[in-house]
């Protein structure tokens, strides 16, 4: 089962509870990124075009735990960069395990099996391991040879320690329908608990700007995926089956940000997960001052092509407890992968694209001058 029984349990239980409290948004999954810093350099990542100052940084165990108890959600997913970097991660990881929260650490598993000691298995821990498809097909994405098959060597490793282990695939244009559903097939023989599956973000700072896909191809090509697998019930995906027919075109879905609100090295990210256009002190503050009806799509330029899931799952998830039938039914029928897909939003009166990193990268590094200008001087003291 991809999402265990308590999970979902303990899950379902926090989003009556906010319901019930009248409340308008909450957090669903806090997406930590403790550092930027990488061991590779994928084609499709906008998140590691950052100067060596900025890369250096990290989020200190003590900020990650503060973030995590400041946000509340039930779920973390840490993120980065390649989070194995990190030298307190053991700690991090404990830390939020010790509070009952489900913990995903995405890894591209380079490092994996040389840091399995630090960890150990439990309902609350999870490997997201980023895979997105056979040797040639992975290989490509990650702009590096032999990378599938360390993550693979990892995963079985992982697998036969009791670990529970998932693989996160992003899918851009060029990923052809019959051997994504091939390789779906085959991660089960890996041993492969769940799959977490999502179109690439169009990342302005990505160093391949051209195989982000619309969203009318995302539509088709997840159609054609999920038609091979009867209608995406063949395999065990760890998402809401209402996000999965969203991503067929079957749903008018607005995007929640709020849902996965994002602390890293700048601190609480505006608005999303993906866009970085401005960061707020506190989660509160993130909360309560981001003027959200400035974004989505069809609101602003640069979330035109957006169906990611750290965006839409949070609004399937409040779909499906508002209307329990209609996600039962999704599960038991599949994905619908023929007829009219549902009315895509307008973009005519979206506002125009704000390039902002720029000055963000500017006001950090001098942040992280004076911080050590001011250590020096103590230090000398
Ligand atoms: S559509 Fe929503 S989730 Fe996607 S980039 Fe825009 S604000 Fe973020």
Known sequence: MPIPLLQQAR??????????????RY??????????????????????DYPDEILNQRLTAGECLAAVDECGAPVVSIAGGEPLLHKEIGAIVAGIVE????????????????????????????????????????????????????????????????????????????AE?????????????????GITVSPGYAYERAPDQAHFLTRTRTKQLFRD???????????????????????AGNRDYRCTPWGNPTRNVFGWQRPCYLLGEG?????RELMEETDWDAYGTG??????????????????VQDAVRHPLKALAVSLRGVRTDGAMAQEIPLDRQRPARYVFSRHVEQKLAEIRITEARSKESTAA
């Open 225 to 247: 995926i999920f038609r091979r697998g009867r209608g995406a019930r063949a395999w065990s995906f760890s998402q809401s089956g209402l996000f999965l027919d969203f991503l």
């Open 11 to 24: 899950i379902g239980a926090y989003v009556v509870r906010q319901h019930l409290a009248g409340r308008r």
């Open 27 to 48: 957090p669903l999954v806090l997406m930590l990124e403790p550092l930027f810093r990488c061991n590779l350099a994928c084609a499709g990542c906008g998140k590691i």
């Open 299 to 316: 609101n602003y330029e640069k979330c035109a092509d957006c169906m990611v899931h750290s965006g839409y799952e949070a609004t399937a």
């Open 99 to 174: 509070r009952r929260k489900f913990v995903y650490l995405c890894t591209n598993a380079l490092l994996m099996q040389k840091r399995m000691g630090l960890f150990r298995p439990s309902p609350y821990f999870v490997w997201s391991v980023h895979l997105v498809g056979d040797r040639e097909m992975h290989d490509r994405s990650v702009c590096e040879d032999g990378v599938h098959e360390r993550a693979a060597a990892a995963i079985r490793a992982a697998k036969e320690r009791g670990f529970r282990v998932n693989i996160n695939c992003t899918l851009f244009n060029d």
């Open 279 to 283: 960061y707020a002190r506190t989660f």
């Open 177 to 193: 329908p019959d051997r994504v559903a091939k390789f779906f097939d085959g991660v089960g023989a890996l041993g492969v608990d």
